[in-house]
Structure formats: C-alpha cells, structure tokens
C-alpha cells in the first residue's frame, strides 16, 4: 500500500523518519508531500495513494474525488474540521484522528500565553503574576485537562465548563466545575478555550460572554479562530479598555486588532500549538500505526465517520 504523508507545515524529521520506519517495516511503501503551494498538488499527489496522513490540511471533496485508491486518512492531531467527513463516507474512505497526542504541546502554550500576557508581552513595566489568578477551561478534554494540572502547579485556581463531562470527575482531578459558562466567564481572569469547531461552537464566544470576564479578564484561544464572534471580540476590546486577547490562531481582522488594541492582543504568526518534535512525533507515529494496524487486521479506533 502507497502511504503519502501530505504536510503544507511539515512534521519535525524525527516524525518522519519515525513515520517512514512502520510504514516500510509494515510491508507498505512511504511518500512525502510538503510545503505543497496549492491543493492542486495535493490532489495529484494523492491520486495513487492508498493511505494519507495529514495535519491542518484540507481534504476537500475534491481531495477525496481525486484519491481513487483511498481507504483512510488520518489527521495526526485533534481537531478534523479539515477534513470532509461526508465526502470520505461517500468514498469509503475511513476518517479518523489522533487524539490527545499532540496535547501536552497545546497546554504548555496555553499556560505560556497566560503568563506572557500577564506581563505585558515580555516589554519593561509591571505586570502581574498568574498564581493566585483563576483560570476557566471551556472544554475539558484532552488539551483543557493538561491545562488545568500545570495550571494548578503554578498556584492557579481552576474551573471548568464542559457539559459532557461529570462534575464529579472534575472534583475527583482538583477542578471546579462552572454550572454554566456565564458563571464561568464572570468568575475567571483567564479563560481557556479547547473546543472544536463545530456548528454548535463556531461564533459562539463574543460579547455576551466577554463582557463577563472580570477586570484585565484576557481570552486565551488555541483552539480555533472560528469559533469566536471576531466583530463582538473587536467590539468589546473597544469597550473595555482592560480585556486582553492572545491567540494561536490569527483573527480575520487581526490586522484591525493589532492596529486598535496594540499589546492587549496577540497572534502567534503561524499556528504553532503541536509544533513542538514531541507532538510531532506522538501525532505522526501513531497515526502511521493506526493505518497500518487498519491494513493489517481492520481496525477502526478512533474513526470519525462510522
Ligand atoms: C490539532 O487540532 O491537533 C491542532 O490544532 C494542531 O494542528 P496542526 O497539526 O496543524 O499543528
């Protein structure tokens, strides 16, 4: 089988090789598309390919449509709101992702844009500290429980807001659970977002809820730009000169933030959340096992499309 793994932001080289390695000692062969400058190349590179591994790219209808050998593709990472999930039901293509494996790198940048924002982006002046501060995880998944430990290590307290997670797990691990996310917003001078983007959740975080936050509240998002309301959170930022916004995800009117707000806002110039050699190769490495344990005996953990 022709494993192509499609990376416009490649993985670190250890990922690689290490992808490389189960996939020839699989018995399957390996190729590598890059720094791809359309998706014109993707949608040839992937015309042979049985298996495709990806990060943020996109696998589009068209992706899919071109790939006539496809039997999977796996986005090594969290969110899959890149791929075309009905559009590789309506292949058989089987979708899925890998969760959790690129955690640790998201929540460690999650507590560092906490502190890099509490003083002043790293410019002379007086900032403040963030143990003593408290910290709202909207999401208590994979990424937002790992925040909620390094942030408890630092001295924060800590809430979170997740209806699909019991209270009482959230008791069990240190965490106060918020019995609803205005309660939340209103009690937290960070909060931490780690939801998908999904339509229940895009545009959902604007000024209803940020005009909760407490005095110097600052949003802090590594999860996606779409689920923020970007007009109500440049409106806001007008109306309350103390809010701060730090983001991985760069807004569509950033420009326009950075121009109004100055150092109360931040975007990291490229998504940089996994960018770290470990999550590269936690993320890479599992999904190549996850494809070749599909070839080898069909299994299907963590598909996306059932
Ligand atoms: C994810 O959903 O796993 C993260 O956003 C990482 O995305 P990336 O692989 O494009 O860095």
Redesign the pocket.
């Known amino acids: 089988m022709k494993v192509l793994v499609a990376t416009q932001?490649p993985f670190a080289a250890a990922a690689v090789a290490g992808i490389k390695k189960i996939v020839e000692e699989a018995g399957h062969t390996l190729a590598l598309l890059e720094k791809y400058a359309d998706q014109a190349d993707l949608e040839a590179a992937v015309a042979d390919a049985d298996a495709l591994i990806v990060?943020?790219d996109k696998v589009t209808a068209q992706v899919v449509a071109a790939a006539k050998n496809l039997k999977i593709v796996v986005r090594?990472?969290?969110?899959y709101d890149n791929l075309d999930l009905e559009a590789c039901t309506a292949a058989k293509v089987v979708a899925m992702n890998t969760p959790g494996q690129?955690a640790n790198a998201?929540a460690e940048l999650a507590i560092a844009m906490m502190i890099y924002m509490s003083r002043n982006q790293f410019t002379p002046g007086t900032g403040c500290e963030v143990q003593g501060k408290k910290v709202g995880i909207q999401a208590y998944g994979n990424v937002g429980r790992l925040v909620a430990q390094k942030a408890k290590a630092l001295g924060m307290e800590v809430m979170a807001f997740d209806p699909f997670v019991p209270a009482e797990k959230m008791v069990a691990e240190g965490v106060t659970p918020a019995s609803s996310l205005e309660d939340m917003y209103k009690a937290c001078n960070f909060v931490s977002l780690h939801i998908p983007a999904i339509p229940a959740t895009i545009g959902s975080i604007g000024a209803n809820l940020l005009k909760l936050l407490p005095k110097g509240g600052c949003l802090v998002n590594t999860a996606r730009k779409e689920v923020i309301n970007e007009p109500e959170l440049a409106a806001i930022l007008a109306e309350r000169e103390d809010l701060k916004y730090i983001t991985d995800v760069a807004a569509s009117n950033q420009a326009e933030l950075d121009e109004k707000f100055g150092k109360r806002v931040f975007a990291t110039p490229k998504?940089m959340?996994?960018?770290t050699a470990e999550a590269n190769i936690n993320a890479g490495l599992a999904a190549a096992n996850q494809i070749c344990d599909f070839f080898a005996t069909g299994c299907t953990r963590f598909q996306l499309n059932k």
């Open positions: 932001k990060r943020s090594a990472g969290a969110g690129n998201v998504k959340g996994a960018e």
